[in-house]
C-alpha cells in the first residue's frame, strides 16, 4: 500500500522538506497539489497497488478536498491506468489537532525579545536589472500537467546560458486563468503566452526569447 501526503504549496523550500520528513516518519511520500515537486499526479505515477490519501493541509481547505477528487479522477483518464485510491479524513479535521493546539498551549514557551534585524534591508529596495520577467504557472492543474518539470528544465537551461536574476527574472505563479492551455508561461515584455508549455518548449523559451530574442508563441486568441 502506498500513503501520499497531500499538500499545497508553501512559500518557502523548508516547508516542503517538512512535509517530506513527517512523511517519511510515517512511513508515507509527501506530494503536492501546486507548487513543489512531486505533484499528486507524478506521485500516482510511481504507485502501484492501493494508494491511500491523506490531505495534510492546514489550515482546512476544502479546495483541496475538491481538488483531489478530481485530479485523481484526471489522472486516471490521462494516464490511461486505473488504481485503488481512498482518501483519509484530512489531518486538519481530526480532533487531534485541538489536543495538539491544547498541548502547545501547557507547554514550554519561549518569550520573544530583540531586535528586527534583517527585517528590512537596503538590499531589498533595489529592483532587479532583468530584462525579462517570465511567469511560471504553477497552480493546480498547470502543476498536474507538468508545470514542476516544466519550471526544472527552464530554470536549468537558464543556468546552462549564466542567464541570472539580472537577466531573467522567474517568478512562480498561483493559477493564471487559462487553465485548459497549461502548463501556461508568460514572458514579459511582451505579454507572450506559452501554452501546452513542456520541458522541451521550455528550453526552447529560454533559448529563442530569453537568450536571442525571439518570442515563437502563437498569436492571442481571445
Ligand atoms: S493553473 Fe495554470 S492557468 Fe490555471
Same mark, same amino acid.
Request: charged letters at 25%; hydrophobic letters at 40%.
Given at each position: 500500500?502506498?500513503?501520499?501526503?497531500?499538500?499545497?504549496?508553501?512559500?518557502?523550500?523548508?516547508?516542503?522538506?517538512?512535509?517530506?520528513?513527517?512523511?517519511?516518519?510515517? &512511513?508515507?511520500?509527501?506530494?503536492?497539489? =501546486?507548487?513543489?515537486?512531486?505533484?499528486?499526479?507524478?506521485?500516482?505515477?510511481?504507485?502501484? &497497488?492501493?494508494?491511500?490519501?491523506?490531505?495534510?493541509?492546514?489550515?482546512?481547505?476544502?479546495?483541496?478536498?475538491?481538488?483531489? $477528487?478530481?485530479?485523481?479522477?484526471?489522472?486516471?483518464?490521462?494516464?490511461?491506468?486505473?488504481?485503488?485510491?481512498?482518501?483519509?479524513?484530512?489531518?486538519?479535521?481530526?480532533?487531534?489537532?485541538?489536543?495538539?493546539?491544547?498541548?502547545?498551549?501547557?507547554?514550554?514557551?519561549?518569550?520573544?525579545?530583540?531586535?528586527?534585524?534583517?527585517?528590512?534591508?537596503?538590499?531589498?529596495?533595489?529592483?532587479?536589472?532583468?530584462?525579462?520577467?517570465?511567469?511560471?504557472?504553477?497552480?493546480?492543474?498547470?502543476?498536474?500537467? &507538468?508545470?514542476?518539470?516544466?519550471?526544472?528544465?527552464?530554470?536549468?537551461?537558464?543556468?546552462?546560458? &549564466?542567464?541570472?536574476?539580472?537577466?531573467?527574472?522567474?517568478?512562480?505563479?498561483?493559477?493564471?486563468?487559462?487553465?485548459?492551455?497549461?502548463?501556461?508561461?508568460?514572458?514579459?515584455?511582451? =505579454?507572450?503566452?506559452?501554452?501546452?508549455?513542456?520541458?522541451?518548449?521550455?528550453?526552447?523559451?529560454?533559448?529563442?526569447?530569453?537568450?536571442?530574442? $525571439?518570442?515563437?508563441?502563437?498569436?492571442?486568441?481571445?
Amino acid at each position: 500500500m502506498t500513503v501520499l501526503l497531500v499538500a499545497r504549496s508553501v512559500t518557502h523550500h523548508g516547508g516542503h522538506d517538512a512535509i517530506h520528513r513527517l512523511a517519511a516518519t510515517v &512511513g508515507a511520500r509527501a506530494c503536492f497539489l =501546486d507548487g513543489a515537486d512531486p505533484s499528486l499526479h507524478a506521485a500516482l505515477d510511481e504507485a502501484d &497497488g492501493e494508494v491511500v490519501l491523506v490531505p495534510a493541509h492546514l489550515p482546512p481547505d476544502r479546495y483541496l478536498d475538491t481538488w483531489i $477528487r478530481r485530479a485523481v479522477a484526471h489522472w486516471r483518464e490521462s494516464r490511461g491506468r486505473d488504481l485503488r485510491v481512498s482518501v483519509t479524513t484530512a489531518l486538519a479535521a481530526q480532533p487531534a489537532l485541538t489536543d495538539a493546539v491544547r498541548e502547545a498551549l501547557d507547554g514550554p514557551r519561549t518569550e520573544l525579545t530583540g531586535n528586527p534585524g534583517p527585517f528590512r534591508s537596503p538590499a531589498w529596495s533595489q529592483i532587479t536589472r532583468h530584462r525579462h520577467q517570465v511567469l511560471v504557472c504553477r497552480g493546480p492543474r498547470c502543476t498536474a500537467y &507538468g508545470a514542476n518539470e516544466v519550471a526544472t528544465a527552464l530554470s536549468e537551461r537558464l543556468g546552462e546560458h &549564466g542567464l541570472g536574476d539580472d537577466d531573467v527574472l522567474v517568478t512562480s505563479t498561483g493559477c493564471l486563468f487559462p487553465c485548459n492551455l497549461g502548463p501556461m508561461v508568460v514572458v514579459h515584455p511582451g =505579454d507572450v503566452w506559452y501554452e501546452s508549455v513542456d520541458p522541451g518548449k521550455a528550453v526552447r523559451i529560454a533559448d529563442d526569447h530569453l537568450r536571442d530574442g $525571439r518570442p515563437f508563441a502563437p498569436p492571442r486568441k481571445y
